[in-house]
């Protein structure tokens, strides 16, 4: 009975570090996104900016 207690055990804590370890590779592949699309963002920001400047540059 123990043993195979013991084994249940043992499976279960195997299954929780595989998850783990795949809620580490998700939230890593996550926060690669939010980095990538902050920066995308950013540029595209700096693009309507530098786009206004010149139309403004080009009125005057």
């Keep these: 009975m123990d ?4 084994a249940r055990a ?4 195997e299954a929780s ?3 783990r370890a795949q809620h580490r590779v998700v939230a890593d592949q996550i ?7 902050r ?3 950013m540029e595209s920001a700096m693009l ?3 786009i206004k400047a010149f ?3 080009r009125e005057e």
């Design 31 to 37: 926060d690669d996104a939010k980095r990538e699309a």
């Design 3 to 6: 043993d195979a207690l013991f």
């Design 10 to 13: 043992a499976r279960a804590i």
């Design 55 to 57: 139309r403004d540059n």
């Design 17 to 19: 570090r595989t998850l």
């Design 39 to 41: 920066r995308v963002m």
């Design 48 to 50: 309507r900016s530098e």
